[in-house]
């Protein structure tokens, strides 16, 4: 099939990915075609990490770094090597072929690195992930994410709110690519633990998961080659979810499973695209370390300062908090 001016090799289409609504590896892929000038801007020169379905969402899965030969001529490639020593050529998906071309590999999501080629040691934005541990704290998450917004509001970050398509929401920050991923991700860490002391009762930053009891501000997802499942793409769910940009009027009553490939077009022609032009609104996180307690960059870590009930003069307060 010609998508985009390039060639694209494509099989069993009508193989049944999502058995509970019919939908087919075909529908996947006219799917992120469709919405490939939304998507794009988000996986675009990020380091792709393939996880393929090949039978649908009731199969088995694998993971898969390395990209598969023979593939695509026109196909971006990058070379990354991991401190094991270890090596691989990853996908980079810049295009809609590109986007089909994953698609037909049975790749349902779009887990992408947070950083972008050639530079891929430095993120270009900061996360916040909030995982509920049990099926009733979605109206948890919904009221922490209000939280993230006020610490980011107050860090002069512009935040930036979607479902993860799963069980949990993801704010992301747009920065400038000026820090390496051990300092945002002690930055990140920070920001987690201002949220968790607002909301002690339903947010915790507690890493072991048998010892949790609120919803996880997961500041760990910031370190290198983690990934997300990127803006609008589908997750391996039996409603085909998708991961929904938002606005932030939109959260404190929001229905993930609103959001779904059968929706999501309609959505983005409705709604618009919620991200466009997120990036052009990136800051520096470097001069920002010590307003959240932390010494400023390249200078490690310090014991941080006790702080009265309710935040500091550089975090600001909130008002009608759950405590």
Same mark, same amino acid.
Not at 227 to 234: D, G, M
């Given at each position: 099939?010609?998508?985009?001016?390039?060639?694209?090799?494509?099989?069993?289409?009508?193989?049944?990915?999502?058995?509970?609504?019919?939908?087919?590896?075909?529908?996947?892929?006219?799917?992120?075609?469709?919405?490939?000038? +939304?998507?794009?801007?988000?996986?675009?020169?990020?380091?792709?990490?393939?996880?393929?379905?090949?039978?649908?969402?009731?199969?088995?899965?694998?993971?898969?770094?390395?990209?598969?030969?023979?593939?695509?001529?026109?196909?971006?490639? !990058?070379?990354?090597?991991?401190?094991?020593?270890?090596? +691989?050529?990853?996908?980079?998906?810049?295009?809609?072929?590109?986007?089909?071309?994953?698609?037909?590999?049975?790749?349902?999501?779009?887990?992408?690195?947070?950083?972008?080629?050639? %530079?891929?040691?430095?993120?270009?934005?900061?996360?916040? %992930?909030?995982?509920?541990? +049990?099926?009733?704290?979605?109206?948890?998450?919904?009221?922490? +994410?209000?939280?993230?917004?006020?610490?980011?509001?107050?860090?002069?970050?512009?935040?930036?709110?979607?479902?993860?398509?799963?069980?949990?929401?993801?704010?992301?920050?747009?920065?400038?690519?000026?820090?390496? !991923?051990?300092?945002?991700?002690? !930055?990140?860490?920070?920001?987690?633990?201002?949220?968790?002391?607002?909301?002690?009762?339903?947010?915790?930053?507690?890493?072991?998961?048998?010892?949790?009891?609120?919803?996880?501000?997961?500041?760990?997802?910031?370190?290198?080659?983690?990934?997300?499942?990127?803006?609008?793409?589908?997750?391996?769910?039996?409603?085909?979810?998708?991961?929904?940009?938002?606005?932030?009027?939109?959260?404190?009553?929001?229905?993930?499973?609103?959001?779904?490939?059968?929706?999501?077009?309609?959505?983005?022609?409705?709604?618009?695209?919620?991200?466009?032009?997120?990036?052009?609104?990136?800051?520096?996180?470097?001069?920002?370390?010590?307003?959240?307690?932390?010494?400023?960059?390249?200078?490690?870590?310090?014991?941080?300062?006790?702080?009265?009930?309710?935040?500091?003069?550089?975090?600001?307060?909130?008002?009608?908090?759950?405590?």
């Amino acid at each position: 099939m010609l998508i985009g001016g390039r060639e694209v090799a494509l099989t069993n289409q009508d193989k049944v990915f999502f058995p509970r609504s019919g939908l087919t590896k075909g529908d996947l892929v006219r799917y992120y075609v469709d919405l490939a000038d +939304a998507v794009l801007p988000h996986v675009r020169a990020r380091p792709f990490q393939m996880k393929r379905y090949a039978n649908g969402v009731e199969g088995e899965f694998f993971y898969q770094k390395r990209v598969p030969r023979p593939h695509p001529e026109w196909l971006e490639t !990058f070379h990354i090597t991991f401190p094991s020593g270890n090596v +691989a050529d990853f996908a980079v998906l810049g295009e809609p072929a590109a986007l089909a071309w994953a698609a037909n590999l049975g790749c349902i999501e779009l887990h992408t690195w947070h950083s972008r080629v050639p %530079d891929i040691e430095r993120p270009d934005y900061v996360l916040i %992930d909030l995982d509920p541990s +049990a099926d009733d704290q979605w109206p948890a998450v919904r009221e922490i +994410a209000l939280v993230v917004k006020e610490v980011m509001d107050r860090l002069g970050l512009a935040s930036h709110p979607k479902t993860s398509g799963a069980t949990g929401m993801h704010i992301l920050a747009p920065i400038e690519r000026d820090l390496d !991923f051990t300092e945002v991700r002690r !930055f990140a860490k920070a920001m987690a633990k201002e949220v968790e002391k607002r909301v002690p009762k339903i947010a915790t930053t507690t890493w072991a998961v048998k010892d949790r009891t609120g919803v996880f501000v997961d500041y760990g997802q910031n370190a290198r080659d983690r990934t997300i499942a990127s803006a609008y793409s589908i997750r391996p769910t039996e409603d085909a979810r998708a991961s929904a940009p938002l606005r932030w009027d939109e959260v404190a009553d929001v229905d993930p499973s609103d959001f779904t490939m059968a929706t999501m077009r309609d959505r983005v022609k409705k709604a618009g695209d919620l991200t466009a032009g997120m990036w052009d609104h990136a800051v520096s996180l470097a001069p920002l370390f010590e307003r959240v307690g932390e010494k400023p960059p390249g200078e490690g870590p310090k014991p941080r300062a006790r702080r009265a009930p309710g935040g500091t003069q550089a975090w600001g307060r909130r008002g009608g908090a759950s405590a």
